[in-house]
């Protein structure tokens, strides 16, 4: 029998503060057992010592080893040097990858990357793995990144399946904790199509990909009587989309005897415009949410396609708090969009944590991909040049970085991240502004702010009740209590999964 190991991580340096598994690892493992072959997930990844990783190709020596990319990424030093390990002990082992993020390192060695979903390519995969040959050949494409890669589109080429059951299989030998945070698919794809939106299967029709009530409550009842585990993350690019899956949830709810837990992604204008909506999403056990706020400046939202903004936006947040006080809001925020400064973007983010309509606010600046084959565009990235954006040369770039003031910034290999990016600057900033911009109003902000819905789901793994994380401000957190305690789980787990392993 065919046999290989797939290793993920969701997790990006160490010290570890959270534990979660890497879904799309579980999910592909599963789909390949169906097919007859055996398959062994290694979590954690970035967290194994090369000597360990060793000791379990030697001993279980696969055919094939997979690597998947999902939330996180795999350190890619480590990576390349697991996959020479893995060719020592078998030199005609086969090297796969997959994810949406598959395209964004510098991993050699790969034999063919699956970009996107691959559940619906399992067949072609399997077929590649135990011949060499892919069975349609012409959907192998080169692509160069820096380094060319074999690539199989799967979120073209294969996005037309049945997702109604979407289950993520774990087995025994996957050591699942009664406190763990796992990831709950409900659907896939978005109705919607965000300016700055660049998932796969966005624009779907409203009841495309959505896994049946049934298939949902099976996993949610095994997972429970199997492992004890009763909270989730759901991946759902947007939950509240489709009311079908709001009600799903709710009705299972109520036909359950044991209570739910769920950090999700949701429109807020949604939430508005369907009242009933949230109070069943609390209900059914709804602890935070992540909103694609973006900009709290009107003329802004409007720019990028957001409707409802401003003070109705604001609005709507404080009843919102006021009816659910413990519902923990993340608040995401770009840094550079059109007709916004810094300090404007500085006095709203502030304003909405100093008032309480939300918990947390990640940041980030505005990247604008260039259409290079490693990321999707969105609507945005194709028409950044109609919105006051121009493209900085090198040169402009490296005259800046001699000011003190960008010394934060010098860390980046500019001249890779220019073939891929725009560099650009607006009528009110450059791309090195709002990145400091964006560290600068992080640093600010987080004495005030908690630690953010999904960490505090991913930590659930320190026993603490997810309740009483979502209400800790960042700077009540025990630290050195929630890295001992990754720790702790993160080398009992390697302990079982060696001893597994290494006596198959």
Request: a negative charge; charged letters at 25%; proline letters at 3%.
């Given at each position: 029998m065919m046999r290989g190991i797939i290793v993920g991580d969701n997790f990006y340096d160490e010290p570890r503060v959270a534990i979660i598994r890497t879904n799309g690892a579980h999910r592909v493992a599963g789909l390949m057992r169906s097919q007859g072959l055996e398959v062994e997930v290694l979590d954690f990844f970035n967290s194994w010592e090369l000597t360990e990783l060793e000791q379990v190709l030697k001993a279980y020596c696969p055919d094939f080893i997979g690597l998947s990319f999902g939330l996180g990424q795999l350190n890619d030093a480590k990576v390349n040097s697991f996959i020479s390990l893995a060719k020592e002990v078998n030199p005609k082992i086969k090297v796969i990858a997959g994810g949406n993020q598959v395209l964004h390192n510098n991993i050699k060695n790969i034999d063919l990357n699956f970009k996107g979903f691959a559940d619906g390519a399992i067949d072609d995969i399997v077929a590649y793995l135990k011949t060499g040959i892919y069975p349609i050949e012409s959907l192998v494409k080169d692509i160069d990144l820096g380094l060319s890669k074999k690539v199989v589109d799967c979120n073209h080429y294969y996005s037309k399946f049945d997702l109604s059951n979407l289950r993520t299989n774990y087995t025994a030998n996957d050591f699942l904790s009664p406190h763990e945070n796992l990831t709950l698919e409900t659907s896939r794809g978005c109705i919607f199509r965000c300016k700055f939106c660049n998932f796969p299967l966005i624009g779907k029709n409203k009841n495309d990909y959505i896994r049946t009530k049934e298939d949902l409550k099976q996993e949610i009842i095994y997972n429970y009587e199997t492992y004890g585990i009763s909270q989730y993350s759901i991946t759902d690019d947007t939950f509240n989309d489709n009311e079908i899956k709001i009600n799903n949830l709710y009705e299972i709810s109520q036909e359950i005897d044991f209570e739910l837990k769920f950090m999700c992604y949701a429109r807020i204008d949604l939430l508005h415009a369907r009242p009933g909506s949230l109070d069943k999403m609390v209900k059914f056990g709804v602890k935070g949410m992540f909103l694609g706020i973006e900009s709290l400046n009107l003329e802004t939202s409007k720019l990028i396609g957001k409707g409802f903004a401003g003070e109705k936006l604001i609005n709507y947040l404080r009843e919102v708090k006021q009816q659910y006080p413990k519902l923990h809001f993340i608040g995401s925020y770009i840094i550079g969009l059109p007709k916004e400064t810094i300090e404007q973007s500085r006095y709203n983010i502030n304003f909405a944590i100093d008032e309480g309509l939300i918990d947390n606010s990640p940041m980030y600046a505005l990247f604008i991909p260039k259409q290079t084959g490693g990321m999707d565009p969105s609507i945005f990235s194709k028409e950044w040049d109609q919105?006051?954006?121009?493209?900085?040369?090198?040169?402009?770039?490296?005259?800046?970085?001699?000011?003190?003031?960008?010394?934060?910034?010098?860390?980046?290999?500019?001249?890779?991240?220019?073939?891929?990016?725009?560099?650009?600057?607006?009528?009110?900033?450059?791309f090195l502004d709002a990145q400091l911009g964006a560290l600068q109003i992080r640093e600010d902000i987080e004495p005030k702010t908690g630690l953010g819905g999904w960490n505090c789901f991913a930590a659930a793994y320190t026993k603490i009740p997810v309740e009483e994380l979502l209400q800790l401000k960042r700077t009540e957190w025990d630290w050195e209590y929630v890295k001992k305690a990754a720790v702790d789980f993160v080398e009992d787990y390697k302990h079982k999964k060696i001893s597994v392993l290494c006596d198959t």
């Amino acid at each position: 029998m065919m046999r290989g190991i797939i290793v993920g991580d969701n997790f990006y340096d160490e010290p570890r503060v959270a534990i979660i598994r890497t879904n799309g690892a579980h999910r592909v493992a599963g789909l390949m057992r169906s097919q007859g072959l055996e398959v062994e997930v290694l979590d954690f990844f970035n967290s194994w010592e090369l000597t360990e990783l060793e000791q379990v190709l030697k001993a279980y020596c696969p055919d094939f080893i997979g690597l998947s990319f999902g939330l996180g990424q795999l350190n890619d030093a480590k990576v390349n040097s697991f996959i020479s390990l893995a060719k020592e002990v078998n030199p005609k082992i086969k090297v796969i990858a997959g994810g949406n993020q598959v395209l964004h390192n510098n991993i050699k060695n790969i034999d063919l990357n699956f970009k996107g979903f691959a559940d619906g390519a399992i067949d072609d995969i399997v077929a590649y793995l135990k011949t060499g040959i892919y069975p349609i050949e012409s959907l192998v494409k080169d692509i160069d990144l820096g380094l060319s890669k074999k690539v199989v589109d799967c979120n073209h080429y294969y996005s037309k399946f049945d997702l109604s059951n979407l289950r993520t299989n774990y087995t025994a030998n996957d050591f699942l904790s009664p406190h763990e945070n796992l990831t709950l698919e409900t659907s896939r794809g978005c109705i919607f199509r965000c300016k700055f939106c660049n998932f796969p299967l966005i624009g779907k029709n409203k009841n495309d990909y959505i896994r049946t009530k049934e298939d949902l409550k099976q996993e949610i009842i095994y997972n429970y009587e199997t492992y004890g585990i009763s909270q989730y993350s759901i991946t759902d690019d947007t939950f509240n989309d489709n009311e079908i899956k709001i009600n799903n949830l709710y009705e299972i709810s109520q036909e359950i005897d044991f209570e739910l837990k769920f950090m999700c992604y949701a429109r807020i204008d949604l939430l508005h415009a369907r009242p009933g909506s949230l109070d069943k999403m609390v209900k059914f056990g709804v602890k935070g949410m992540f909103l694609g706020i973006e900009s709290l400046n009107l003329e802004t939202s409007k720019l990028i396609g957001k409707g409802f903004a401003g003070e109705k936006l604001i609005n709507y947040l404080r009843e919102v708090k006021q009816q659910y006080p413990k519902l923990h809001f993340i608040g995401s925020y770009i840094i550079g969009l059109p007709k916004e400064t810094i300090e404007q973007s500085r006095y709203n983010i502030n304003f909405a944590i100093d008032e309480g309509l939300i918990d947390n606010s990640p940041m980030y600046a505005l990247f604008i991909p260039k259409q290079t084959g490693g990321m999707d565009p969105s609507i945005f990235s194709k028409e950044w040049d109609q919105y006051g954006y121009e493209e900085m040369s090198l040169d402009e770039v490296n005259e800046l970085l001699t000011q003190p003031k960008y010394s934060a910034l010098k860390n980046i290999d500019y001249e890779t991240f220019s073939k891929h990016n725009v560099i650009w600057k607006n009528e009110h900033m450059n791309f090195l502004d709002a990145q400091l911009g964006a560290l600068q109003i992080r640093e600010d902000i987080e004495p005030k702010t908690g630690l953010g819905g999904w960490n505090c789901f991913a930590a659930a793994y320190t026993k603490i009740p997810v309740e009483e994380l979502l209400q800790l401000k960042r700077t009540e957190w025990d630290w050195e209590y929630v890295k001992k305690a990754a720790v702790d789980f993160v080398e009992d787990y390697k302990h079982k999964k060696i001893s597994v392993l290494c006596d198959t």
